[in-house]
């Protein structure tokens, strides 16, 4: 069983740039589809990016595609998420999340996720 923990929120401009990472342990990752969740105050919690186990497939939902980048370093035990051009829509709690996969591909579907982390917070004012 993996555990998951999320780092690198913070408060940034308009236009700023943040690096999340979701550290996991207890497991080696290599056999997990990896993903992004985002949830606002008062909102359902939301894909933002998934990347398959290799990390050679990636996906990500339409309001970031092009200003989020996902990766991971499977010698470390870690994903990533840069985010460039933060807009205040951004303003959400970050949460990575892991799945058992057999195959080299992504998963997109909140619900498929076995594993979720704690979240960390990202604002981004105006």
């Known amino acids: 069983q993996v555990q998951l923990v999320e780092s690198g929120g913070g408060l940034v401009q308009a236009g700023g740039s943040l690096i999340l990472s979701c550290a996991a342990s207890?497991?080696?990752?290599?056999?997990?589809?990896m993903g992004w969740f985002r949830q606002a105050p008062g909102k359902e919690r939301e894909f933002v990016a998934t990347i398959s186990k290799s990390g050679y497939n990636t996906y990500y939902g339409d309001s970031v595609k092009g200003r989020f980048t996902i990766a991971r370093d499977n010698a470390k035990n870690t994903m990533y998420l840069q985010m460039n051009s933060l807009k205040p829509e951004d303003t959400a709690v970050y949460y990575c999340a892991a799945k058992v996969v057999l195959i080299d591909y992504f998963v997109i579907g909140r619900n498929e996720y076995n594993y979720w982390g704690q979240g960390t917070q990202v604002t981004v004012s105006s």
């Open positions: 207890g497991s080696t990752i290599t056999s997990y589809a």
